[in-house]
C-alpha cells in the first residue's frame, strides 16, 4: 500500500512538474509572438538574387559599450538618409531603462529585451521592423541573399562565442552587408568605438552563422530555428507618451513568479547577493554587471538632460536616475576595494528605490502631449 501511495505522490509530482514547464512554455512563446511579431517566411516571397552582392553607402558603427542592437538600428537609420542619435536609439527601445533577474541566483540583465524594444523605436525614426523567420535552413540562406540584394541590410540575433570558436553562450547583434559564393559580410557592433565610412568589412561563412543563430533560438527557446531582421522606410510616429509610459513601466518593473523586472529585479538581485557572498568566487562577473548598470544610466541621464531642459518632470526623473547611477558606480568602487558587502547592498537597495521612482514619474508623464525631439534625426 505504502508503494502505491509513493508511486502515486512521484506521479502527481512529475504531472505537475511537466504541467509546470508545459504552462511556462506556453506563456513564453506567447511572450514572443506578441513583442517581437514574427512573419514567417515563404518560399514564393524568395526571389532570383545574384551571386555576388554588397551593400554601399552605409557606416559602420560600433560601440565599446553593450549598445549592439542599438547600433544595427543606427547603422539601418543612415542607410536611410535617417541620422538618429545612439542614445535617442535607446530612450525609444528603451532596453537600457529597467533589469530583468531571471529567477536564477545572481542571473540579471541590467537592461530589458532590445528585440522587443526594436519593434517599439522603429516608426519613432520612420522605419518599419520586419521580424522574418523560419526553420527551413535553405529558405533563411535564400532569404538572407535575397534581401541583401534588394540593398537590405540585416541585422542578425546570434550566439557571438561561435563565431570565435569559443565555448559558452553570448547574445549579440551583428549587420550583414553582403555575400559571395564563400562568404556572408558583415559589421561587428561591439568591442570598440567605431565610426567608418570605408569599405573594410568582416566575413563568415555560411555553417558557422547559422550555427550561431540556431543556438541563440536554441538557447532563448523561440518558436523558430532562424530569424533576420530588415527595415524600411515608414511614416514617422512622433507622440512619445507611449515612450514615457513604457519607459515609466520598465523602470518601476514587475513580479511572474521567479522573474522579476525593473526594480523589484534589483531588490532580488541585492538580496541574493547578501544572501550569497560567501559563496561568490567569479567576483569580475559582478564587477561587470555594476559597471554595466552604472554606464546605462549615465547615458540616458547625459540624453534626457540634453534634450528635455526645462521639463520639470523629466528633470526630476533624470536626477532619480542620475543619483542610481551613483549608486552603482560607488558600489563598484567598493567591490574593488574591498568588497564591504553590505555597503554594496545598502546602495543597491537605494538604487531599486530611486529607480522606482524615475519610472513613476515618467508614467505620470505619458498624460502630457510631447511634440518629438526634433534635434536627435
Not at 14 to 35: A, K
Not at 41 to 53: A, H, M, S, T, V
Not at 78 to 104: E, P, S
Not at 151 to 173: C, E, M, Q, T
Request: glycine share 4%; aromatic share 14%; charged share 30%.
Amino acid at each position: 500500500m505504502e508503494i502505491i501511495i509513493l508511486w502515486i505522490v512521484i506521479s502527481v509530482v512529475l504531472v505537475s512538474v511537466f504541467m509546470w514547464l508545459y504552462i511556462c512554455r506556453y506563456f513564453q512563446q506567447r511572450y514572443f509572438e506578441r513583442n517581437y511579431h514574427p512573419q514567417w517566411l515563404k518560399e514564393d516571397e524568395i526571389g532570383n538574387f545574384p551571386k555576388n552582392y554588397e551593400i554601399k553607402n552605409i557606416p559602420w558603427i560600433s560601440y565599446k559599450k553593450a549598445y549592439c542592437q542599438p547600433a544595427t538600428i543606427q547603422m539601418v537609420a543612415y542607410k536611410n538618409g535617417i541620422k538618429a542619435d545612439r542614445d535617442y536609439i535607446n530612450f525609444l527601445m528603451g532596453h537600457t531603462y529597467g533589469a530583468v533577474y531571471f529567477g536564477k541566483q545572481l542571473s540579471i540583465m541590467p537592461t530589458t529585451d532590445p528585440e522587443a524594444g526594436a519593434e517599439v523605436a522603429a516608426p519613432y525614426l520612420g522605419l518599419k521592423r520586419n521580424y522574418l523567420v523560419t526553420n527551413d535552413l535553405k529558405l533563411f540562406i535564400k532569404a538572407v541573399k535575397f534581401y541583401l540584394s534588394k540593398d537590405y541590410p540585416i541585422r542578425i540575433a546570434l550566439n557571438v562565442a561561435i563565431l570565435s570558436g569559443k565555448l559558452g553562450f553570448s547574445p549579440h547583434s551583428e549587420l550583414l552587408i553582403g555575400y559571395n559564393d564563400e562568404y556572408f559580410f558583415y559589421f561587428e557592433t561591439g568591442n570598440e568605438d567605431r565610426w567608418s565610412e570605408n569599405k573594410r568589412r568582416l566575413s563568415i561563412d555560411e555553417q558557422t552563422l547559422t550555427k550561431a543563430v540556431n543556438s541563440l533560438s536554441k538557447t532563448f527557446n523561440l518558436p523558430w530555428k532562424f530569424q533576420l531582421t530588415t527595415y524600411e522606410k515608414y511614416k514617422k510616429e512622433k507622440d512619445l507618451r507611449k515612450i514615457w509610459k513604457r519607459n515609466g513601466e520598465l523602470l518601476v518593473g514587475n513580479k511572474w513568479g521567479p522573474v522579476k523586472s525593473g526594480s523589484f529585479a534589483i531588490r532580488k538581485f541585492s538580496s541574493d547577493l547578501e544572501k550569497l557572498s560567501s559563496k561568490i568566487t567569479d567576483w569580475q562577473s559582478i564587477e561587470y554587471l555594476l559597471e554595466w548598470f552604472s554606464y546605462t544610466r549615465f547615458d540616458n541621464v547625459k540624453f534626457l538632460k540634453e534634450h528635455f531642459m526645462g521639463n520639470k518632470k523629466v528633470e526630476e526623473a533624470s536626477q532619480n536616475i542620475e543619483k542610481a547611477a551613483k549608486c552603482y558606480e560607488e558600489s563598484l568602487k567598493i567591490l574593488k576595494k574591498d568588497k564591504k558587502i553590505n555597503e554594496i547592498i545598502t546602495l543597491l537597495y537605494k538604487a531599486a528605490s530611486l529607480e522606482k521612482k524615475a519610472g513613476e514619474v515618467f508614467i505620470s508623464k505619458d498624460k502630457e502631449l510631447d511634440e518629438g525631439i526634433s534635434d536627435t534625426t
